[in-house]
């Protein structure tokens, strides 16, 4: 196997046409391409007046050959998994996000059959719900935007790109193309499904589990945790069943089990998160800064990724949404959260983004380890309020929001936060440091993306679920404190986005697998 690096393509072409491309730049003979792989392909716009693609390129082939831009490879192999679980009791799982699943996934490979309690429907009758309340201002508390099937991240651009440097990253890529991801996702530098994938994805993620003989139960939340001897013994649903093992996948608003789970003296500790709101612009505004105005290309619609730092605090952008919508993300009444969500081809005129400001536990109301969710609660609540106290979520144009006054019309910029928007003053329920940072932010992100600060940008309030702000204490084992309960992915503190949610699941899987 021989890898080719940064291979320019200032065209739009086929595969065939790609590497027939290389055959020629490199002198090979394509009949000795024995297989072939499309690696990464990424946009290089720097340049406004020489946008193009970069590929890089694998090959099996039949001769040796040698050039400067030719890698040798070894074949990369994950270790193997050595089964050492002796217990004839199926592990659970609580919550079906991405961790939930993947956990789920990996148990069900190596021969360990778990059962996944979910509070919320399953997708089917989720979408309904998320609509319903969309539509008619109907809140179902037990499945919505962040509780069901799929978790948060099924009502979101479907990202799967991720800070973290894991050796699972291509495991989970691969996976989700295996149930249904579009093949673009296994080599694109930023590989995103949306929401319209994720939905048909996690369903065939859900057959195949009980194909296997996993067990699903949609609708049962559990409500309490049997503790003996500082070990799980069970759980309480519907009813008590009895367990040796639990995967808290429970996501970063399940904030009724964190208090649970504090009171049963599980150790968590406070942690820094972030809050804001989502700003929308015109995607095509978002097309021309980013990749100017010479290109032919066919190129997908513009991202960005923007970070400013101040003398107090940061700023910055964070799942940006091309081609989408702000969503109704509340889970619970009388709050309002927002979220962005974008279907795979991100064909809607507006591009959406959070923009967050960084929130430390100095910022809590106290020191007990929940009391980010009261900062969370009060400013959702406060939100509620301010948009009219009727799921209305409170807007401004960038403009006033800069100049501290209510906003008194809707410019060039439509919002497209569902079931509406009150016109506000947002700077009237943000924390001081908060706004101050953000007007700076904008000004500053401004100079970096023509068009960030556009008079007529819609902000919405508020986005306060980026993550969770608290973490709930896990050994090197992946335990918690309480013995053969192990806290998994976003909600307890472990990953930031889909991608992270799912290795962290794999990861907690494999410490059950190999503990005897």
Same mark, same amino acid.
Request: with cysteine; charged share 30%.
């Given at each position: ?69 030719? +890698?040798?490879? =070894?074949?990369?192999?994950?270790? #193997?998994?050595? !089964? /050492?679980?002796?217990? &004839?009791?199926?592990?659970?799982? $609580? ?19 778990? +059962?996944?309690? =979910?509070?919320?429907?399953?997708? #089917?009758?989720? !979408? /309904?719900?998320?609509? &319903?309340?969309?539509?008619?201002? $109907? ?378």
């Amino acid at each position: 196997m021989i890898r080719f690096n940064n291979i320019k393509i200032r065209k739009d072409l086929s595969e065939e046409e790609i590497i027939n491309y290389l055959c020629k730049k490199e002198r090979l003979f394509k009949e000795n391409i024995k297989e072939y792989h499309i690696r990464k392909k990424s946009i290089d716009a720097r340049d406004k007046k020489d946008v193009h693609y970069n590929y890089t390129i694998d090959l099996v082939y039949e001769s040796e050959y040698d050039v400067k831009n030719c +890698i040798h490879l =070894e074949e990369e192999k994950l270790e #193997e998994i050595v !089964v /050492k679980r002796k217990s &004839n009791k199926k592990p659970i799982i $609580i919550g079906s996000g991405p961790a939930g699943l993947f956990a789920a996934l990996t148990l069900i490979e190596n021969g360990i059959k778990p +059962i996944i309690f =979910e509070q919320g429907d399953k997708i #089917e009758e989720r !979408v /309904k719900k998320v609509d &319903n309340f969309r539509n008619n201002r $109907i809140l179902d508390t037990s499945s919505n935007v962040q509780f069901g099937e799929g978790g948060a991240g099924t009502f979101s651009d479907g990202k799967l790109t991720t800070g973290i440097n894991s050796k699972y990253c291509k495991k989970v890529i691969n996976y989700f193309y295996k149930y249904g991801a579009p093949k673009e996702i296994t080599y694109m530098n930023k590989p995103h499904i949306g929401t319209d994938n994720l939905r048909k994805i996690v369903k065939n993620i859900r057959e195949y589990i009980i194909s296997q003989g996993g067990e699903y139960h949609f609708n049962e939340r559990i409500e309490d945790f049997i503790i003996e001897d500082n070990k799980i013994v069970g759980v309480v649903g519907n009813k008590e069943y009895e367990c040796d093992t639990v995967i808290l996948a429970i996501g970063h608003s399940a904030h009724k089990t964190f208090k649970r789970l504090c009171d049963l003296g599980i150790k968590m500790e406070q942690k820094p998160f972030s809050v804001g709101v989502r700003i929308e612009h015109k995607q095509e505004m978002i097309n021309k800064s980013q990749y100017g105005e010479f290109t032919k290309l066919k190129l997908p619609p513009a991202e960005y990724k923007l970070v400013y730092h101040g003398e107090e605090r940061s700023a910055y952008t964070f799942c940006m949404c091309p081609g989408g919508v702000v969503v109704a993300s509340s889970s619970d009444e009388n709050t309002i959260v927002t979220n962005g969500m974008s279907e795979y081809k991100r064909d809607l005129e507006n591009a959406n983004s959070a923009l967050l400001v960084n929130v430390v536990p100095e910022d809590f109301p106290d020191s007990n380890p929940l009391s980010g969710l009261d900062f969370q609660k009060k400013l959702e609540h406060s939100a509620f309020v301010l948009g009219g106290s009727n799921y209305n979520a409170p807007v401004q144009r960038v403009e006033d929001f800069l100049n501290n006054r209510r906003s008194e019309k809707i410019g060039d910029i439509k919002p497209t936060y569902l079931p509406g928007v009150t016109l506000t003053n947002l700077n009237e329920i943000l924390p001081d440091f908060v706004s101050k940072t953000m007007k700076e932010a904008i000004i500053y992100f401004d100079s970096k993306l023509k068009g960030f600060a556009n008079n007529d940008a819609i902000m919405t309030g508020v986005e306060t679920r980026s993550s969770s702000p608290l973490r709930i204490v896990r050994d090197e084992n992946l335990e918690s404190s309480i013995l053969g309960i192990y806290p998994c992915g976003e909600g307890p503190g472990y990953a930031g986005g889909i991608m992270s949610a799912a290795i962290d699941g794999i990861k907690c899987a494999i410490k059950i697998l190999e503990k005897e």
